[in-house]
């Protein structure tokens, strides 16, 4: 027979795993709203069972159970769900940087407004065909050096726009590594304290949920690989280098020389995440744009200049020698030239209107003969803009080109935005799903309370029975007869 206190401790027992399993009830509730917070379970066992004992101890057909044990208290959470949200938060990274870069591009060329780059050409164009009706008014030939300003002016913007989007974008690389190196330090230091609380036996949940959430942020900035290893820690990877290795970290730099990303002093290829983003749009995005503007001044300055330079071109000082000298030397100025006033320009940068025009309205070339009234040079001018050129890509009219240009801008933007948005529902689609597993559901905590409640109970009046039955034995009246 078994002693009667043996009763007390199984229902000491029972008591114990219940208020345990009202604990981490209690810990859930109270972590409901706690961001990366990972529901928790009591996970119960039967105790080792006594063999019953007698004279035939150890051959009896059965054993007397000893009530139970919390044997571990465990985190709800599915690591392939983990890797799902994982794998669309870097690709919301990478879209969401460069749907914002090429917006800014977008925003760079203003069109259509009356102050984007067309409006313009347009102005450009309208002041050559008012000064071919007027070929010698002052006025029609300030409105062309005005125009003729302004449009250079919005290329030097465009550029200086440019310019200040390519480092912003380098700053942000390096800010952006600079967190993400910090949250890598940050795993690597909860690796080595995780370790050692499982070595000593010990279940660190919260440590874990805590290296998760950062691992979350992590795979918003980069590709990253996570691989579980020895005492509960994980190691981090990028392609084959490592980002933590146990209780180690390792930083990412960026050489902006090369504008290229380093890992352990090693060149990496970023394919997704904030920072692939932004090293795509400043090597990628930007310097292809800017080469078809600066292609577009090219080809325009070219063309300008070589009619308004042109063998037969005259301006009014050339007119006026010719009939003081019929074999005065015409002065064929170049009408754009670079900030350094040397050749003609070849970026959007360094495009201006010549200096000596500037100086001086009678240097604007409307003639191709000694006469003030003629106006073939300016009639010139006008039509290029019809004029069929040839860019490395395609051939046509300046317009059609800078329409392209244009367009090609809105579409990637657009395609952009779209993937973002797409990725954005991804992303909220796989974790609306690692919440349903790992997420705490207050309904389900509190039918949890009730249950454990009732098992506390039942144990407590199952302890209070055995103390009854031991206060008869021991303490009961009456004596047994002999």
Do not use: C
């Amino acid at each position: 027979m078994t002693s009667t206190f043996h009763g007390i401790e199984l229902g000491k027992r029972a008591i114990f795993a219940s208020s345990t399993a009202l604990s981490v009830t209690g810990h859930n509730i109270a972590n409901a709203n706690t961001e990366g917070y990972t529901r928790q379970k009591a996970i119960t066992e039967a105790s080792n069972p006594l063999t019953y004992p007698g004279i035939n101890s150890g051959k009896g057909p059965y054993q007397l159970g000893t009530g139970v044990d919390t044997k571990e208290i465990n985190r709800i959470r599915d690591s392939f769900l983990d890797g799902q949200f994982r794998s669309q938060n870097e690709q919301l990274g990478y879209w969401s940087i460069k749907q914002d870069t090429l917006g800014k591009i977008e925003q760079t060329l203003n069109e259509p407004t009356d102050n984007g780059l067309q409006a313009a050409f347009d102005r450009f164009w309208q002041s050559w065909e008012d000064l071919s009706k007027e070929p010698d008014s002052l006025a029609a030939r300030a409105v062309v050096l005005s125009n003729s300003q302004a449009l250079a002016d919005r290329f030097n913007q465009i550029s200086h726009s440019i310019d200040n989007i390519s480092l912003d974008l380098k700053n942000n690389i390096t800010t952006k590594m600079t967190e993400m190196n910090n949250l890598t330090k940050q795993v690597s230091e909860l690796n080595t304290q995780i370790a050692k609380m499982i070595a000593s036996g010990q279940q660190p949940n919260d440590l874990m949920d805590k290296r998760d959430l950062l691992v979350d942020r992590l795979s918003k900035m980069a590709d990253i690989q996570v691989k579980p290893t020895a005492n509960g820690m994980v190691d981090l990877y990028i392609g084959q280098e490592y980002l933590v290795n146990g209780d180690q970290s390792f930083s990412l730099t960026f050489d902006s020389a090369n504008n290229q990303p380093q890992l352990n002093e090693q060149s990496i290829t970023l394919k997704s995440g904030e920072i692939a983003g932004m090293v795509e749009s400043l090597t990628q995005d930007l310097p292809s744009f800017m080469a078809k503007i600066n292609e577009m001044v090219t080809v325009f300055s070219q063309e300008v200049n070589s009619i308004h330079g042109g063998a037969n071109a005259m301006n009014l000082d050339d007119i006026q020698n010719r009939k003081n000298d019929p074999n005065a030397p015409l002065e064929q100025i170049p009408f754009f030239v670079t900030k350094a006033g040397s050749g003609s320009p070849a970026t959007a940068g360094e495009i201006t209107v010549n200096p000596l025009i500037v100086a001086s309205l009678n240097k604007i070339a409307a003639a191709q003969a000694a006469n003030t009234g003629d106006a073939q040079n300016a009639n010139m001018l006008n039509d290029l803009k019809f004029k069929g050129l040839s860019f490395s890509n395609q051939s046509g009219t300046l317009n059609n080109f800078y329409r392209t240009i244009v367009g090609e801008i809105g579409i990637k933007t657009q395609e952009a935005m779209q993937k973002e948005n797409n990725a954005d529902l991804l992303v909220q689609h796989a974790e609306n799903r690692r919440q349903s597993v790992s997420g705490v559901s207050i309904d389900e905590e509190m039918t949890n309370i009730v249950r454990f409640q009732q098992s506390y109970n039942a144990a407590s009046r199952y302890i209070s029975v055995m103390d009854e039955i031991l206060d008869k034995l021991i303490n009961g009246t009456g004596r047994v007869g002999i």
